[in-house]
């Protein structure tokens, strides 16, 4: 089944975007602005807090990381009086150009975040680009601190990191990772990766920051939520997070039935093929559930 799985979502990546659109549906929330507010909005109902992000990275002109600086600024203006936040890509703003390209477009971004009361959050890319993301960061937090970045628990190096930057006003988004890492420097076992992302929440939540914990394992989120409770962490210290389409039962229902913060992370734009091919590489189960879904209609 896994092969037949992995050649099919193969396929799909030669295919006409016309016959991809169905199954990248779930996980986007369409190509324009307007498109995602009303997602964000509707998220909103149902009691999900929201961060958005503008689909791409590696801009490969300065022009281009301008285009992408103005889309954000523009995007803190359309989400004002919505619960939602924005999450953006360093090498999207330019840092594979120069690191400084991104650095100045980011702190115009956060300009704007500052002037509209709003938070940023900076995704975290692939290694050869951590540190220039963790100085853009520091270099954020000295003019604005509604600002959050992200840590990947498969890094041997997160650890370290972590007690680096623990302060009151650190606020990290910690996931497992998402790119390919060389053994040397990340864990690559299922179960050690686990154990790294519960051992660096917990390590934000005994220092003084702000944790927001992303996953979809449900095992690990009944994890950290016993150990939560036990430790009666208040709720100001964390959120949970998700990305926008991923199957989560009724289990997203019931931390927000207890009161805990749930976090939509909603794409959109127009660089909605790649991505969704990316989700479908990770699971290729999602495309039995949209077909199951398309034939049940
Ligand atoms: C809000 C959010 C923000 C993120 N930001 C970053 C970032 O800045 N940098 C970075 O490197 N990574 C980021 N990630 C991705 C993350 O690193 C993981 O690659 C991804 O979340 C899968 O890991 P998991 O913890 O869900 O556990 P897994 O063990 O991979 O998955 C648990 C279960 O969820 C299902 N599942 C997981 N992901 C998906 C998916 N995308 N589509 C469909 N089903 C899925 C799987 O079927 C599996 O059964 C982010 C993830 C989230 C939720």
């Not at 300065?62 to 619960?83: H, K, M, V």
């Not at 016993?226 to 991923?246: A, D, H, M, S, T």
């Not at 989560?248 to 976090?263: A, F, I, P």
């Not at 127009?270 to 077909?291: C, G, H, Q, T």
Request: charged share 30%; aromatic share 10%; proline share 3%.
């Amino acid at each position: 089944m896994k092969i037949i799985n992995t050649i099919l979502v193969s396929l799909l990546s030669h295919l006409p975007k016309w016959i991809v659109k169905p199954f990248a549906s779930p996980y986007v929330a369409g190509v324009t602005v307007n498109e995602a507010v009303e997602t964000i909005k509707s998220l909103n109902n149902k009691g999900y807090v929201t961060t958005i992000d503008i689909l791409g990275e590696h801009v490969a002109t300065e022009e281009e990381s301008y285009r992408i600086r103005d889309d954000y600024l523009n995007l803190y203006d359309r989400i004002e009086g919505l619960d939602a936040n924005i999450s953006l890509k360093p090498t999207h703003l330019g840092m594979e150009i120069d690191p400084e390209l991104s650095e100045s477009n980011l702190l115009s971004i956060l300009e704007k975040a500052k002037e509209k009361n709003n938070f940023m959050r900076i995704d975290m890319e692939n290694s050869p680009y951590t540190d220039s993301t963790i100085d853009i960061y520091k270099k954020c937090l000295k003019k604005y601190d509604k600002v959050g970045m992200v840590l990947q628990s498969y890094l041997q190096r997160t650890k370290q990191d972590i007690e680096n930057l623990d302060s009151a006003k650190f606020n990290c988004r910690i996931c497992k990772g998402i790119y390919r890492e060389s053994e040397k420097i990340a864990y690559h076992g299922k179960e050690e990766i686990r154990d790294r992302f519960f051992a660096d929440v917990k390590a934000i939540l005994t220092g003084k920051g702000y944790v927001a914990i992303a996953t979809h394992d449900k095992l690990l989120i009944d994890k950290i939520e016993n150990w939560i409770i036990e430790k009666k962490i208040p709720l100001n210290r964390f959120e949970f997070q998700v990305l926008y389409g991923v199957p989560m039962g009724n289990r997203l229902q019931r931390l927000l039935d207890k009161g805990y913060t749930v976090r939509n992370y909603v794409p959109f734009g127009e660089a909605w093929f790649d991505y969704s091919i990316r989700r479908l590489k990770e699971n290729p189960n999602i495309m039995w559930y949209v077909l199951g879904n398309m034939f049940k209609k």
